[in-house]
């Protein structure tokens, strides 16, 4: 049977897969049908897949490298590259990253090898609460006045860890301990073409973007406030809600994302419990064809 793409009804973008299981043999076909699907729809939504950590490992190899997450203490025990998202609460004096994504932001925009996909595996959802929005990047760069397209595209943005606007936003998960040094200050354009489709687009331009190389730092923040109100309006965004056992990836390039706020897990009613992995780079159609997933 083959791959087909259900593109949203409802929303702006983003589609639905059908007739594939992820935890099988996907062809190579397949791979580099996905791997060009992903940025055309920003989001991929596949449903009803029983996936073991090991198989979401493989699966996520089709868009690039496993990173293992900088905060250590919420990888899942004996897969690294998996990041436990959750509102439980089992232990109040570790952190848990409880409301630790509910801001904008763009996966590992403040590494000098940034995400180049995100996806989350859906094990326990909440009735209600628990999505996640996202913004489109490429159509936000096109709605720009010609003016400030022209002004953004030759410049280049500083970044760090963490949420610049933590006090009108939740901030990110703190970093404790030696996690501190594996994070330092690094930069990005502004303006990026995407490297599979080469779509312009505008990146990261909340959370880890704290200045301009070459402009005064109000000036610059000043802008960067501009662009994330101009990428979050109504117009560029979706709100995506999980149901249990759906995987489901975004194009951190071509997005923005953050999570809805929730409540501390009081019943299996609002408990939101997801799998998280980031990958980096970009497989070659060549390599693809020798996996599976
Ligand atoms: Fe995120």
């Known amino acids: 049977m083959p791959v087909e793409f259900r593109p949203s ?5 983003g589609a639905l897969v059908v007739g594939l299981d992820l935890s099988g043999t996907v062809t190579a076909a397949d791979l580099e049908t996905l791997r060009r699907a992903l940025p055309n729809h920003r989001t991929l939504r596949f449903a009803d897949q029983a996936l073991k950590p090991e198989d979401f490992v493989r699966f996520s190899q089709i868009f690039g490298r496993p990173q293992p997450h900088v905060l250590e203490h919420l990888r899942l025990p004996g897969h690294p590259e998996i990041l436990v998202l959750t509102n439980i609460v089992e232990d109040r004096s570790r952190p848990n990253g409880h409301n630790g994504a509910a801001f904008w932001h763009t996966d590992n925009s403040y590494e000098a090898e940034p995400a180049s996909a995100t996806m989350l595996y859906a094990r326990e959802v909440p009735r209600t609460g628990g999505e996640t929005l996202l913004c489109d990047m490429g ?3 096109r709605g720009l006045s010609e003016a400030l397209r022209q002004r953004c595209d030759n410049l280049v943005v500083r970044h760090s860890y963490g949420n610049r606007d933590q006090d009108t936003e939740h901030a990110a998960g703190a970093l404790q301990g030696s ?4 994070v330092s200050e690094v930069t990005h354009p502004l303006v990026q073409s995407h490297p599979v489709t080469g779509e312009k687009c505008l990146y990261a331009v909340a959370a880890s973007s704290r200045g301009i190389v070459g402009m ?3 000036e610059a923040l000043d802008l960067l406030s501009e662009l994330k109100a101009h990428c979050t309006r109504p117009d560029y965004t979706v709100t995506h809600a999980y149901a249990v056992d ?3 990836i975004w194009d951190t390039i071509l997005t923005m994302h953050a999570a809805a706020v929730i409540d501390e897990a009081r019943d299996a009613d609002n408990t939101r419990l997801m799998h998280r992995i980031s990958v980096k780079g970009y497989p070659s159609p060549a390599l693809a064809g020798t996996a599976s997933a």
Not at 9 to 13: G, L, N, S, T
């Open 139 to 141: 159509l936000a760069y």
């Open 246 to 248: 759906e995987l489901f």
């Open 179 to 182: 996690q501190l040094k594996n």
């Open 216 to 218: 005064p730092d109000d």
């Open 9 to 13: 009804q409802d929303e702006k973008f």
